[in-house]
C-alpha cells in the first residue's frame, strides 16, 4: 500500500490514498528533526510495512518532515528566543569580547569588595556590612542575565525556556528590588554618621545592620513573588521572539495575545511606590546632611563628610537614573533599543563601576586591598627564599 506523509501544524500525519482521514503519529518539537527517533516509533507503531515502495520513498518522506514551517512549530513550543541587544550584529565577536571583559571586572571588583570588607577588620563597621551586601547583589544580578547573553553571541539557537525565563525575572525583580531598599538604607546610615555620631554605635548596631538587610532582600523577594505569576500566566500564543537580551517583563508582555494594560497599570503603580519609598528616605536623609556639613566650622570635618557621601550619592544617581527611564516614564518615551541600552546600562554596566566607585574613592577600602596585596606579596617573597635554600 502506498503511503504519503504529511506534515501539518507541527504534527506528521499518516494518509492512505483515496482515504481523508488523517491520524497523528508523532510531535516534532522546537528547531528539532529526529529522523532516527521518528521512524524507529513509526516502525513501532507498526505503520511501516516491507511494501518497497514505501521504501524506496521514506528519503523523500523525511526531507518533507524536516521542511515543516518554522514559524507553526515555534507557536507550539513553550520556549522563548531572545533576540538579543543588538538583533542582528555585524561583529558578534566584538561586542562578545566587550561584554565578557566588563563581566570579568563586574564580578571580580565585587569578590574583592566582599573578601577585604570579610578580611580586614577596620572595615566591620556598618557601612561596609551595607557595602558588602550591595556587591553580593551586584554579583549575583550580572551573573543571571550576561552569561545567557554571551552565549547567546556565539550560539544559533537563542532560545531560553519558560522555566527559565520565569526564574530569570523573578531574580531581577528580587534583586532590583532589594537593591532600591539597600541604597535606600545605606543613606540613612550616612545620615545617622553625619548628623548622629554620637548615637550612631547605638542606631546602628549589628542587630539593626541585620534587620535592615533582611528587610531589603525580603521586599525585593515580594516584588518578585507579586509579579513574576502574574506575568508568567498570560498566554503567550503569537510570536515567541522576546526583543531582548533577557526576559525583561515589558518585552514579554509585548507578546501575550490578551490585552495585558490593567496589569501594567497595576505594576506600574507598585514599581513607583517601590521607587517613592527609597527615594524619599534618600532625599530627606541627603538634605539634613547637607544643612549639617553647611553649619560645621571645621573644612577637615566637611571635607570628610564629603567624601563619605559623595560616592554613595554617584551610586544613587546612576542606579536611580535607570530605574527612573524604565520604570516612571511613559510608554511613548519608549522604544526597544533605549529600552535594550538602558537596560544594559544598570544590568551590565551598573554592577562594574559600583565597587570601582567606593574602592577609589574610598581610602579606607584602598588601605585594605594594598594590605591584602602587602601580606601576598611578602608571602611569596618567603616562599620564594625557602624555595632558594633547599
Not at 545617622?192 to 542606631?203: D, F, I, S, T
Not at 539593626?208 to 538587610?213: A, N, P
Not at 527612573?324 to 511613559?330: C, E, K, Q, R, S
Amino acid at each position: 500500500m502506498y503511503l504519503v506523509l504529511k506534515a501539518v501544524e507541527a504534527q506528521a500525519t499518516l494518509i492512505a490514498p483515496g482515504t481523508n482521514e488523517a491520524s497523528p503519529i508523532i510531535p516534532l518539537y522546537l528547531g528539532v528533526c529526529d529522523q532516527t527517533q521518528m521512524w524507529q516509533s513509526l516502525n513501532g507503531l507498526g505503520l511501516l510495512g516491507e511494501d518497497k515502495e514505501v521504501k524506496d520513498n521514506q528519503v523523500h518522506h523525511k526531507e518533507l518532515l524536516c521542511e515543516i514551517d518554522m514559524e507553526a512549530i515555534i507557536k507550539n513550543s513553550t520556549d522563548f528566543i531572545l533576540l538579543g541587544l543588538i538583533t542582528h550584529p555585524v561583529f558578534p565577536g566584538l561586542i562578545f569580547a566587550v561584554v565578557f571583559s566588563i563581566f570579568v571586572v563586574a564580578v571580580t571588583a565585587n569578590v574583592v569588595m566582599i573578601l577585604l570588607i570579610h578580611m580586614d577588620s577596620r572595615l566591620h563597621t556598618p557601612m561596609y556590612f551595607l557595602l558588602s551586601q550591595l556587591s553580593i547583589m551586584d554579583t549575583v544580578y550580572i551573573c543571571i542575565t550576561v552569561p545567557k547573553m554571551l552565549q547567546d553571541l556565539l550560539s544559533k539557537e537563542k532560545t531560553i525556556s519558560f522555566l527559565g525565563c520565569a526564574v530569570q525575572i523573578f531574580l531581577y525583580l528580587t534583586l532590583i528590588g532589594g537593591e532600591f531598599f539597600l541604597l535606600g538604607l545605606m543613606a540613612y546610615d550616612r545620615f545617622v554618621a553625619v548628623c548622629n555620631p554620637l548615637r550612631y554605635p547605638l542606631l546602628m548596631n549589628r542587630r539593626i545592620c541585620l534587620f535592615m538587610v533582611v528587610g531589603s532582600w525580603v521586599g525585593g523577594s515580594l516584588d518578585g513573588f507579586m509579579l513574576t505569576p502574574f506575568t508568567m500566566s498570560f498566554p503567550y500564543c503569537g510570536s515567541r521572539e522576546i526583543n531582548h537580551f533577557f526576559c525583561e517583563i515589558p518585552a514579554v508582555l509585548k507578546l501575550s495575545c490578551v490585552d495585558t494594560s490593567l496589569y501594567e497599570t497595576l505594576m506600574y503603580a507598585c514599581c513607583v511606590l517601590m521607587l517613592l519609598i527609597p527615594i524619599s528616605v534618600i532625599s530627606v536623609s541627603y538634605t539634613r546632611i547637607l544643612i549639617t556639613v553647611h553649619r560645621m566650622n571645621s573644612p577637615e570635618g566637611r571635607r570628610k563628610a564629603f567624601t563619605t557621601c559623595s560616592s554613595h550619592i554617584m551610586v544613587v544617581s546612576i542606579f536611580y537614573g535607570a530605574a527612573f527611564y524604565t520604570n516612571v516614564l511613559p510608554h511613548s518615551y519608549h522604544t526597544p533599543e533605549k529600552d535594550k541600552v538602558v537596560s544594559a546600562f544598570y544590568t551590565i554596566l551598573t554592577p562594574m563601576l559600583n565597587p570601582l566607585i567606593y574602592s577609589l574613592r574610598n581610602k579606607d577600602v584602598a588601605a585594605a586591598l594594598r594590605k591584602v596585596m602587602g601580606k601576598c606579596c611578602s608571602s611569596h617573597r618567603i616562599r620564594a627564599g625557602e624555595v632558594t635554600r633547599k
